[in-house]
């Protein structure tokens, strides 16, 4: 099953996207996400127009990262470790 281009199995916390150098906008390649515009470039993470990209989601707060960056990891190492205490949290909760 097939939803908007994104398979239900993809991991909804962490969406590839592209960020746009010349016009400045992060898009997503298949799903109709609006625009997200932004005042300055950022640093190039390839020597084309285009960078790769991350949303990342959840109910707490939203990020939008470029792949490589500084605040990319930040971001991946913050939520590995988030769902390290969950996991952590449903075992003790289990005792």
Do not use: C
Not at 29 to 54: K, M
Not at 55 to 69: I, Q
Not at 80 to 92: A, I, R, V
Request: proline share 6%; aromatic share 8%; net charge negative.
């Amino acid at each position: 099953m097939q939803q908007a281009g994104i398979g239900i199995t993809q991991d909804l916390k962490k969406l590839p996207m592209l960020f746009h150098h010349k016009s400045r906008h992060f898009s997503h390649s298949t799903v109709p996400y609006p625009r997200v515009e932004i005042a300055q470039d950022l640093p190039r993470q390839t020597t084309g127009d285009t960078s790769p990209a991350t949303l990342w989601t959840s109910f707490n707060w939203h990020a939008l990262t470029l792949d490589g960056s500084p605040e990319g990891e930040f971001e991946k190492l913050s939520r590995e470790s988030g769902e390290d205490w969950k996991e952590l949290l449903e075992t003790l909760s289990r005792t």
